[in-house]
Each structure stands twice: as structure tokens, then as C-alpha cells.
């Protein structure tokens, strides 16, 4: 871990404290070395996903970066260990890196999504990131006997971030299962990230993911996801019981 960016535990699964101003320092530390690298963005889902997942918790374990992007993560971390790590909205922490990556004339890969929807959020990232160079796009929902070539494509052109949103399979862990097969570089997963791109989704307001309001609107896109209070709750208490525990 670079020494700038401090790991902690959060119910036995890992976060990452990296302030705002150092992202640019440890983006290309994290670049300059020989294997690849994972970024996750980690919200409360995941993290209770990853206590009972093995393949996902390693996955999480072995990341290069582990960042937070929900309320409830820093609400917790502070309540355990007394210290607030810093949360990305996940649009904003692309944005931030792309940005990044674009000083340096770098180059990134798209993987994922309908072929339209990919048309279109690489034409918004050229034009917004000009110096930005976009070495190769494929969608997902790939065929299986696909996925060889696809791999040895992506780790020939060498991005320096690959950047994979829904349609993969395995979704997030489709990275974990096939990251000794890839490159060195960036891999980084966001879901709907090209939908938003190309305009077809909003991501959240800024009021509303400020005040960890975010999963309302999620919830009414797909209305199952209410149920997830009780898993919330799940959470809740799991944070009490880490706390008697230490006390």
C-alpha cells in the first residue's frame, strides 16, 4: 500500500483512507508498477456481499485500492475505528481519474454494455477527454468462446485502465477470474458507467449522495431493492456487535 493511502478493516473487510489531493500521486504510483492493479469501489452492498462470498472478499483483499462510496462505510469506519475515510461518488471518482490519466497521454479500454450504448459513451469521453487515447472497445454479453481472444486483445494493446461496466459475466468478478490473464495496468468495474456517459441514465444529485440519499432512486429503477433495509439493518448490528466485542 502507498505510504500516502492508509488501509483499515471495516468488519474484517478492507478500506482505503485516500485523501482527495492525493489520488493524482497514488493513480501512477499504482501505474509505474510491473502487474496489474484493482480498483474497487465498495458500497455497503459489497461490503456484505464480500462477509459471505469468498471469491468476492478476495477479490476486495487483493485490490490495489479500496474505496468507499457509501454514508453508511464512513458512518461505520468512524464508529469502529475512529477514523473517516474519504468517499467518492463513483461518476466523479471516474472523472477524477480519467482526468488523471489524460495529463499523461494514457490510454484506457471499454468493455461492456450494448455496442450502441458503447458507441456513444466513447465518442463523450473523446470529446471530453481529448488527450485521453481510447485503444479498443468490446460490449459485453460476449460469447464464452469469445472471451480467450478478448483477453489476449486487451493484454496486447496494454491499457492503462481498463474500465469495465455491466454485460460481463460474473459482472466485478469477472476481473478477479481473469486478472492473471490481463495486463498490467488499472482495472477498475463501474455499473451503468456507460449508460451514463451516453446520457441514457443520471447519476445522482450531489444533495442527495451528500446526504448518503443516493439508493433511493436506485430503488425505485429496480423496486426489490427496498428490501434491502434489512440488510441494512444486518449491518447495524453487526457494527454494535464489533464494538462490545472490542470493548
Not at 83 to 94: C, E, G, S
Not at 97 to 104: N, Q
Not at 205 to 220: A, R
Amino acid at each position: 500500500m502507498d505510504p500516502v493511502c492508509e488501509r483499515i478493516e471495516l468488519l474484517k473487510i478492507p478500506l482505503d483512507i485516500l485523501p482527495r489531493d492525493k489520488l493524482e500521486e497514488v493513480v501512477f504510483t499504482l501505474l509505474n508498477d510491473s502487474e496489474g492493479k484493482n480498483i474497487v469501489l465498495l458500497s455497503i452492498w459489497d461490503l456484505l456481499y464480500a462477509r459471505h462470498n469468498l471469491e468476492y472478499r478476495e477479490y476486495v483483499k487483493s485490490a490495489a485500492l479500496v474505496i468507499p462510496i457509501s454514508k453508511s462505510l464512513v458512518r461505520g469506519a468512524r464508529f469502529l475505528t475512529g477514523k473517516t475515510p474519504d468517499r467518492y461518488m463513483p461518476f466523479n471518482f471516474i472523472i477524477a481519474l480519467l482526468t488523471i490519466l489524460e495529463k499523461r497521454e494514457r490510454t484506457i479500454y471499454l468493455l461492456g454494455g450494448k455496442n450502441s450504448v458503447l458507441a456513444k459513451a466513447e465518442r463523450h469521453i473523446r470529446d471530453t477527454f481529448p488527450k485521453l487515447r481510447i485503444i479498443g472497445r468490446f460490449p459485453g454479453h460476449f460469447k464464452k468462446h469469445n472471451e480467450d481472444t478478448l483477453i489476449q486483445i486487451i493484454r496486447k494493446s496494454a491499457p492503462s485502465l481498463l474500465l469495465v461496466n455491466d454485460g460481463v459475466p460474473g459482472s466485478e468478478r469477472w476481473i478477479a477470474r481473469s486478472n492473471a490473464r490481463l495486463n498490467a495496468g488499472l482495472r477498475l468495474w463501474v455499473s451503468d458507467i456507460f449508460d451514463v456517459f451516453a446520457k441514457r441514465k443520471s447519476r445522482p444529485s450531489k444533495i442527495m449522495f451528500d446526504n448518503g440519499l443516493e439508493w433511493i432512486g436506485f430503488c425505485f429503477q429496480k423496486p426489490l431493492r427496498f428490501f434491502r433495509i434489512f440488510s441494512y439493518i444486518y449491518y447495524n448490528i453487526l457494527l454494535l456487535v464489533y464494538k462490545l466485542m472490542k470493548k
